[in-house]
C-alpha cells in the first residue's frame, strides 16, 4: 500500500489532514467575542460542579501539582483556518474527572470573562480534552486564554474556551454562547458541523 510518511515540518502537510472547507494557516490568529480578561493566577481557580451540587475545585497550584501532558494538535475554526501540529501542555480532563461522581452526559463549559459553550461530557474523556495552560513551550499568553484554557481539538475551535473558569455537568445539553447564536450544537469539523443546520 502507498503509505507516505508525514514528515516533522509541519508544513506541506497532505491535504487528507485538513477538514472539508479549512485552509491552512502558519498564524496563530486570535479570535474573542469580547475584552480580554487578565486573572492573576492567584485568584485562579477552576471548578468542576455535578448535577446535584458537588464542587470540585483546584486553585492554580492544585491545578499544577496534577500530571501533565504534552499534546500535540490539530486546530480547525469554523471561520476556516486550521492550524496543524501545534503543542500545548496541560491537564486531561480525564484527570481531572477522576473522582467526579457524575451521572450527566453534558457538560456547560463557563470562562473568565463570560463565555460559555456546551459539549457532551463524553467528548472531554478518553484522552480528548485537556486544561491547557501553556502553549509552544511557553506560558500562555493572554490573547489565547491564560492563564489557562479548554482544549477540545477534535471539534471546531470555539468549543475550546479561553480563560476557562469552570465545568458544570448537566442531565440535558445547554447551548453557550456561539450555539445559542446560531453555531451547531455539536461543532465536528470532518462532518463540517458549523451551523444548526448542518
Ligand atoms: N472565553 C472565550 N473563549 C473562546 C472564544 C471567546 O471569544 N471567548 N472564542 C472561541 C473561538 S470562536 C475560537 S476560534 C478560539 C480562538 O482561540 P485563539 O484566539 O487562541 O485562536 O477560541 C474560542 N474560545
Ligand atoms: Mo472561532
Known sequence: MGFVSRGFSGRRRPAADLPPGQYLTDDF??????????????EWEFTI??????????DW???????AETPTVDLHCV?????????????????LLADVDTGADYAFVQSYG???????????????AWIAYRYDDADLPAEHGGPARLLVPHLYLWKSAKWVRGIRLTPEEE????????????????????????
Do not use: C, M
Open 61 to 67: 497550584a492544585s491545578l499544577r501539582a496534577l500530571p
Open 114 to 128: 463570560g463565555y460559555t459553550t456546551n459539549l457532551p461530557l463524553e467528548d472531554l474523556l478518553d484522552g480528548q
Open 29 to 42: 490568529p486570535v479570535l474573542s467575542a469580547g475584552p480580554t480578561p487578565h486573572v492573576p493566577t492567584d
Open 79 to 95: 471561520t476556516r483556518w486550521s492550524k496543524l501540529a501545534t503543542t500545548w501542555e496541560g491537564v486531561s480532563l480525564d484527570t
Open 175 to 198: 447551548p453557550g454562547f456561539w450555539e445559542t447564536a446560531g453555531y451547531h450544537i455539536y461543532g465536528d469539523p470532518w462532518r463540517e458541523q458549523r451551523y444548526w443546520d448542518e
Open 49 to 58: 460542579t455535578t448535577e446535584t451540587g458537588d464542587v470540585h475545585r483546584w
